[in-house]
């Protein structure tokens, strides 16, 4: 053992660059993997939500596919804007439709507070009209 106290700060740094040294090689990247895999999207939404990724998925297909804010389709599953989310009620943790990330962010940053996004509107409004007439 290199080190007789672990807890050391040249431990601790020495752990550090090893550390860093492992990430983003091949073998890492596989590692990851195989965690993803084994603690999945179903591991997620079973925790986050209460609800399994095929009720999670079956709730989209109810939903045809569509955002049902912004009436478009979903994009693949991930972190992009249009990927699909799982909106839920912050006070009761109820769960509401799927949305796309976007959307669900845009609630989210709202406080889900619906005069905060009736305010939101009239101001775009305002700005469109002033646009319009010159």
Do not use: W
């Not at 290199?2 to 090893?18: G, L, V, Y």
């Not at 999945?40 to 986050?48: H, K, M, Q």
């Amino acid at each position: 053992m290199p080190f007789k106290d672990p807890t050391s700060d040249a431990a601790r740094a020495s752990m550090k660059r090893r550390r860093e040294k492992y990430r983003g090689t091949p073998k890492c990247k596989a590692r990851e993997k195989r965690y993803r895999d084994s603690h999945g999207r179903d591991a997620y939404y079973r925790f986050e939500h209460g609800i399994t990724e095929e009720a999670f998925e079956a709730q989209i297909a109810a939903q045809n596919n569509l955002c049902p804010i912004g009436n478009h389709p979903f994009g693949e599953r991930g972190r992009n804007g249009d990927s699909p989310c799982q909106d839920h009620n912050h006070e009761t943790g109820e769960n509401r439709a799927i949305l796309c990330r976007n959307h669900n962010v845009m609630l989210g940053l709202a406080n889900d507070d619906p005069e905060i996004l009736a305010s939101t509107i009239s101001y775009l409004k305002r700005y469109k009209k002033e646009k319009e007439n010159g």
